[in-house]
Each structure stands twice: as structure tokens, then as C-alpha cells.
């Protein structure tokens, strides 16, 4: 698959991987019959998003995988319309991370929790 293929869409994906390391790869988004498709891939992970119905959607579902993984701060950025470069036209588009599970959050607050108790004055 080319970058100047005159039907994929190419973007840019950032933010940190599941090991917080920072990470930029490129975004295939395909028209296929019902939709458009996407595929990723970033060293041994390879992701590739059933076709929906529009561009969006795929993007959304590939970051809803990547967030599944521990893949933090996304953003994208179209950079290629089919053989149109775009550069930095095209503005970052950013989603936010989901929230923690609550059992997460509680066993965060209980931490911070004993660390404040353990410094204030008695």
C-alpha cells in the first residue's frame, strides 16, 4: 500500500505507547465496500479496524483499541488525502484518555491518602 495510493487517506497517530514511551506512526484509512478501513501497525503490533461507514468512526475505533492496550494522549493529523500532501494544514484532532476503572481510582485516593496522613503534623 503506498502513501500516494489516490484512495488512502494517511494520518498521524501520537501520544505514548503502553510503556510510556512517546510514539508517531502513520494510519492507513482505507475505502473498502460499506465504509472506509484502518490499519496501524508499531513494532510487533499490527491493528486493523473492520470497515464503518465513515472516516471517523474507523479513527475512533482504532483509538478505542489503542486505548484497551494502555496507549495514552492520541492524536491524529491527516497528512495525505490520496496523493494530496497536507502537511501540517490539517489540525490535530485529540482524545481523551478514558477514565480509570474505579477500583483504580480508589486504590490511588487510598494512597494518597496514607501519604498526606503520614506527613501532616500530629
Given at each position: 500500500?503506498?502513501?500516494t495510493s489516490p484512495h488512502v487517506h494517511i494520518y498521524h497517530v501520537a501520544g505514548l505507547d503502553d510503556r510510556d514511551r512517546g510514539f508517531s506512526r502513520q494510519i492507513h484509512v482505507i475505502p473498502r465496500e460499506g465504509g472506509f478501513q484502518a490499519r496501524l501497525r508499531y513494532e510487533s503490533l499490527q491493528i486493523d479496524v473492520?470497515?464503518?461507514?465513515t472516516e471517523d468512526q474507523?479513527?475512533?475505533g482504532l483509538i478505542h483499541l489503542?486505548?484497551?492496550?494502555?496507549y495514552r494522549?492520541?492524536?491524529t493529523q491527516r497528512?495525505?488525502?490520496?496523493?494530496q500532501y497536507l502537511g501540517n494544514q490539517e489540525l490535530w484532532v485529540?482524545?481523551?484518555?478514558?477514565?480509570p476503572p474505579l477500583e483504580t481510582r480508589n486504590t490511588w485516593l487510598a494512597w494518597l491518602r496514607?501519604?498526606?496522613?503520614r506527613s501532616s503534623p500530629s
Amino acid at each position: 500500500m503506498s502513501s500516494t495510493s489516490p484512495h488512502v487517506h494517511i494520518y498521524h497517530v501520537a501520544g505514548l505507547d503502553d510503556r510510556d514511551r512517546g510514539f508517531s506512526r502513520q494510519i492507513h484509512v482505507i475505502p473498502r465496500e460499506g465504509g472506509f478501513q484502518a490499519r496501524l501497525r508499531y513494532e510487533s503490533l499490527q491493528i486493523d479496524v473492520d470497515p464503518v461507514p465513515t472516516e471517523d468512526q474507523v479513527l475512533s475505533g482504532l483509538i478505542h483499541l489503542l486505548h484497551d492496550r494502555g496507549y495514552r494522549q492520541l492524536r491524529t493529523q491527516r497528512i495525505f488525502i490520496g496523493e494530496q500532501y497536507l502537511g501540517n494544514q490539517e489540525l490535530w484532532v485529540e482524545y481523551p484518555d478514558p477514565e480509570p476503572p474505579l477500583e483504580t481510582r480508589n486504590t490511588w485516593l487510598a494512597w494518597l491518602r496514607q501519604i498526606v496522613g503520614r506527613s501532616s503534623p500530629s
